[in-house]
């Protein structure tokens, strides 16, 4: 059993961050920023909760749908940066929208959190025939967990909303999601409640002795090893289970972390970055929203089209990955 995407939506905070305003507090420069990452602007929310983002983003997602929010059965929400411990950004999300029938629970899978909710919503279709639709909402603000003091992280990062209104298909479907638990310390932000200090015992083996109290820590060269061989790997992974090659698939969309990754991951499976959607050079890293919002996008702009074939392939924090193959 497969899905369809019935309607998408996304939306952005209007506050934008351009390479050169981080002259002002780090030293860097434009040309520094964008050679080494691909990113230009990024847009950075302000007073916009998460929780805001992703109502904003699912509303238009059903309008583009042309469905009536009640008869939304489950609503699954992606984030790593929610608004608050409880309750959940999908809970608040469901009320605000008006899906009144809706299940409502968040997901935490970081940067590969889309791929990994798009296929929990494929297996709550598939195994519940009371179920017609499922939204997923990835939203982000992962401007308020940035160390501004670290150049080699704070400019990565931006903040948005994408959303997919999805329903039981025979279209072509295919997944795989997987974790490396070894890595969980390569990128990681403490909760607010758990200070370092707090963590230390002498019975308990602390893997993040380094991590700043609630701020983003990556290791970047560590994270960069490990996201070239995760992302053509999370396509290969799904694509085995139909036998499916990269000459078949119309359009990848990766996580937009970075565009050498991009890059190299593109060389590795031996496919032309024409195939890719980039969209980082406006939106930056904006974690499980980057699938979705570079999806999106090439659907209004009519890049991606009815009947293609797609692979959204993504990495994160914990260290997770996987893949989805699809027929949009």
């Known amino acids: 059993m497969g899905i369809s995407i019935l309607g998408m939506g996304r939306y952005v905070p209007d506050q934008v961050l351009k390479n050169d305003d981080f002259t002002r507090f780090i030293e860097t420069d434009d040309e520094w920023i964008r050679t080494r990452t691909g990113i230009i602007e990024r847009p950075m929310a302000g007073w916009e909760p998460t929780w805001y983002m992703g109502k904003q983003a699912a509303l238009r997602a059903i309008e583009a749908a042309g469905i009536d929010p009640a008869k939304i059965g489950l609503v699954i929400s992606c984030t790593a940066t929610s608004d608050f411990h409880t309750p959940s950004m999908a809970s608040v999300i469901q009320h605000e929208i008006g899906a009144i029938s809706a299940a409502a629970f968040d997901m935490n899978a970081a940067c590969s959190g889309f791929v990994y909710a798009t296929d929990t919503a494929r297996r709550f279709l598939e195994t519940d025939d009371t179920l017609k639709y499922v939204l997923v909402v990835a939203t982000e603000a992962l401007s308020r967990f940035l160390d501004f003091n670290d150049r080699s992280s704070c400019i990565l990062f931006g903040d948005g909303a994408a959303a997919v209104v999805l329903e039981k298909s025979d279209k072509l479907y295919s997944s795989a999601l997987c974790s490396d638990g070894s890595g969980a310390s390569l990128l990681c932000a403490r909760a607010l409640s758990v200070a370092p200090e707090v963590a230390q015992d002498k019975e308990f083996n602390d893997p993040f002795p380094k ?39 119309d359009w990848f969309v990766p996580h937009q972390a970075n565009i050498r990754i991009i890059e190299t991951a593109a060389k590795k499976l031996d496919a032309p970055m024409e195939k890719f959607i980039v969209t980082l050079d406006h939106y930056g890293n904006t974690s499980s929203a980057s699938i979705p919002l570079a999806l999106c996008e090439s659907i209004e702009k009519g890049i991606i089209k009815r009947g293609q074939k797609l692979a959204l392939i993504g990495f994160g924090a914990g260290l997770t990955y996987g893949g989805i193959i699809l027929e949009y």
């Open 211 to 249: 991590a700043p109290l609630h701020k983003l820590q990556q290791n970047g060269k560590e994270v960069y090893k490990f996201a070239v061989q995760a992302l053509p790997k999370s396509f290969e992974l799904a694509a085995e289970k139909v036998s499916i090659t990269k000459d078949d698939i």
